[in-house]
């Protein structure tokens, strides 16, 4: 396999998306021993902007300045947590993910510095958190507690809880495992708890479509189950063309046996009405999956909740 001399990475600059990318640099060297790599660290628009993403021009606020850097030629790979990465829309034309690094942790985490679980968590108790998903889930299984926005970096929001703006977050296990906090977890949140965002857990190296040498040299990082599993999760999004207002959550699972499933739900604001889906693969292919759980949500009313919620 021939790679490319050298490659140059661009990503957020956040603390964990640096974490990210020392990730993909340390498994590119595992793997292509001498290769030389560099950072290109940007500022997107959702690092510098800390008021509603929504009133954010378009979609992307944390993946447009990395994409743009990607196709002015001012770096050859891109690092991106699937998560972040629009799919109610195509790639940005002339990109393409080369490779799904093997999945981290889906759940949530409650962070409480007095180390109660949520369950112990005394009313009034204000959950820091700008997150539609999780303030829909929450205000239906623990109405009592009271969110208010949150926003930042990780390491911002555990100073901002430090500083007393909060008495507890909600923030993934996987973000702060690459940012060396899970010290803070004060509890991990099952998935039935907590239903976790598509795509949560997976880094996505994205490249120029072009650039063949580099995309056949990286896609020896991916995990074929992620891959599955993402594939599935974007293509439910992308039918259910969500918009960043939406409650939507849902993750895919290879199991032991290599079977793939997809569990999916879309919640009203208030976490009142709660639609789910869950469906096994069988004969389908993930994609084909990903559209069937949309499907079969679309034809619970996930439209008119989805339409519903200003935007
Ligand atoms: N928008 C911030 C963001 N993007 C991805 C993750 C978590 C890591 C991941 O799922 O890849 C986080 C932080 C959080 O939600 O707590």
Known sequence: MSVP?????????????LAQVERVRAELAALYPGVRTAVVPVKTTGDKW?????????????????????????????????KDVPADRPLPAGTTFAAFLKRDDIRDALVHPGGL???????????GTSSVRRVAQLAATHPELECVPFRGNANRRLAKLAAGEADALLLAVSGLERIDRRDVISEVLSPETMMPPIGAGI???????????????????????THREATAERMFLHVLQGHCNSPIAGYARVDRGGELSLRACVFTPDGKTRLNAHEWAGRLDPATLGTSVAVALLRQGAREIIDGIPH
């Open 117 to 127: 679980t949520l369950d112990e968590l005394p009313a009034g108790t204000r959950i």
């Open 50 to 82: 800390m008021g509603d993403l929504s009133q954010v021009e378009g979609k992307g606020a944390f993946t447009k300045e990395v994409d743009a850097a990607l196709l002015a030629g001012e770096a050859d790979l891109a690092v991106h947590c699937v």
């Open 5 to 17: 001399e050298l490659i140059r990475i661009v990503s957020r600059d956040s603390p964990m998306a």
């Open 203 to 225: 880094l996505a190296l994205q490249c120029r479509e072009g650039d063949t040498e580099l995309i056949d040299a990286v896609s020896g990082l991916g995990d074929p189950d």
